[in-house]
């Protein structure tokens, strides 16, 4: 049995459908990203630990 052959048309029809990639983000908000969700997981160790405080 032989590979299917890749039409070069249907190739492009292809390429056209396929969604837009999202362009990537600038390195500086790819670390303000991580910062900030780093942040927020500290906040909430920090609001955990009050609470057994009291």
Do not use: F, G, Q, W
């Amino acid at each position: 049995m032989h590979p299917p052959v890749m039409n070069p048309r249907h190739e492009k029809e292809r390429e056209a459908k396929k969604a837009p990639a999202k362009p990537k983000p600038t390195r500086s908000a790819e670390a303000r990203r991580i910062v900030e969700d780093y942040a927020k997981d500290l906040r909430a160790i920090i609001k955990k630990l009050r609470k057994r405080l009291h």
